[in-house]
């Protein structure tokens, strides 16, 4: 395995102190976040997820500081993804509920309480997914009642496809990649009648991304809260696949922290650098092929419009690495140094690292960076242990045996 890796500044970045603005609030809004961070925190079993500090990591790496947001326990699903399909599900059947009723705003307590329950059962959500989305998206189905049909291409793990059968979704195969399994979802679902809730938006699809990308950005209001008594980070390291989760994160940093905002970091894997090539580009590009990557969320190969309306001016770098990274990132948050904590990341999870370990060996993505011995580094973990078989066939052990 080659351990190569790339690094482009971006040249089309906004100064630090180019506000937010109205033109970008038309996209992703602080009344965006405030309505999804009101409706998640009051669904059962919500709770923050944890900002840990790996002190001696960061002293390994000659850093000041790494702060890592372990994502592994949202809401029991093992990813940040949780947050945002299952969202928009809830919005998907409060505007149905509002429409058939004649009522203004329905919240989700209303929806959970059972009183709308003969138009929420006759309702069908559907999407494409590597993984997680659908997984979002089947579990807000099962929480909120409807019927649910999730749509995987060939190379989704079992693990993953069982896990989003255990919400009692119909998953389904499709030929080809992610792309192609997100045309095909919206295409049966126009024929069925059938509502996409997609974590990518494409011409004419906008509202249901959109609500996504806020609930994801409840991740990033409770990394702002956590941070309240500290200096914000120098950098934040984001994966991308459709790029939404740093476009949701990068526009709820920039809105809360302004002039003060991290550096923003975009990682990718070589083989799926869709981000990375349109911002070279100076536009939107498609990566095609089989995008195969052990990196699964982020098997990806077209930005999403709405993530590309903030990540254009948002991003100051973008690094893209080789698999072997990854994997190394995942042993070495299992086993830490000294008293740092033993993380459970999945493939798609410790991505952040995988960039740092990166720019350890290519001085120019090391530059690229700006990192020094004064630099704070925020990962974001957006996910654990998606699938127990392939961690334990990367890291040799399990979760528990690490936790322990
Ligand atoms: C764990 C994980 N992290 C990050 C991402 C990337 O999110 P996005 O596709 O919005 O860029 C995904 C996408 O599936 C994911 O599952």
């Known amino acids: 395995m080659t351990h190569d890796a790339r690094a482009m500044l971006n040249a089309h970045a906004a100064s630090v102190t180019q506000p937010y603005g109205p033109e970008r609030s038309q996209v992703m809004s602080q009344a965006g976040f405030d309505a999804a961070t009101a409706e998640i925190s009051s669904w059962p079993g919500y709770a923050p997820t944890p900002l840990l500090s790996l002190d001696h990591l960061a002293q390994d ?19 940040f993804k949780a947050l945002g399909g299952a969202y928009a599900v809830a919005n998907v059947l409060r505007h149905q509920v509002e429409q058939a009723k004649g009522l203004t705003h329905v919240t989700s307590a209303q929806l959970l309480s059972g ?18 989305h659908g997984r979002s998206v089947a579990w807000g189905a099962r929480l909120f009642g409807c019927q649910c049909v999730i749509y995987v291409h060939e190379t989704v793990s079992q693990g993953r496809r069982d896990a989003i059968a255990h919400y009692g979704a119909d998953v389904r195969e499709v030929k080809g990649n992610y792309d192609d399994a997100v045309r095909h979802a919206a295409t049966t679902a126009a024929a069925q009648g059938w509502t996409v809730v997609s974590d990518t938006s494409y011409p004419g699809y906008r509202d249901i991304p959109l609500d996504v990308m806020h609930g994801y950005g409840v991740m990033a209001v409770e990394i702002v809260q956590q941070m309240a008594k500290i200096e914000p980070p120098t950098h934040v390291f984001v994966q991308a696949g459709v790029g939404a989760f740093a476009g949701a994160v ?8 302004g002039a003060r905002r991290p550096r923003f970091v975009v990682v990718e894997p070589l083989q799926a650098d869709c981000v990375y090539q349109s911002l070279q580009a100076g536009r939107q590009v498609a990566v ?31 690094v893209a690495v080789d698999d072997a990274y990854a994997l190394d990132a995942m042993r070495i948050l299992a086993q830490p140094k000294a008293r740092d904590p033993a993380i459970v990341a999945g493939e798609t999870g410790g991505v952040g690292l995988a960039a740092l370990l990166a720019a ?14 004064n630099a704070r580094v925020l990962l974001l ?14 890291v040799g052990r399990d979760a528990a045996e690490i936790l322990a």
């Open 250 to 257: 990068c526009a709820d940093f920039w809105m809360q922290w």
């Open 360 to 373: 350890r060996e290519h001085p120019a993505v090391w530059n690229a960076l700006g990192l020094d011995v």
């Open 288 to 318: 095609g092929g089989a995008l195969d990557t052990v990196m699964a969320g982020l098997a990806c190969g077209e930005v999403s419009d709405l993530a590309w309306e903030i990540l254009h001016g948002g991003v100051n770098v973008c």
């Open 61 to 79: 790496l000659g850093l000041a500081k790494i702060f890592y947001k372990d994502e592994r326990g949202r809401f029991g699903l093992g990813s």
């Open 115 to 132: 009183e709308f329950n003969d138009i929420i059962r006759a309702a069908t959500v559907t999407c494409a997914t590597d993984g997680n």
């Open 381 to 394: 973990g957006s996910e654990g242990d998606t699938d127990p078989v392939i961690y334990r066939q990367v």
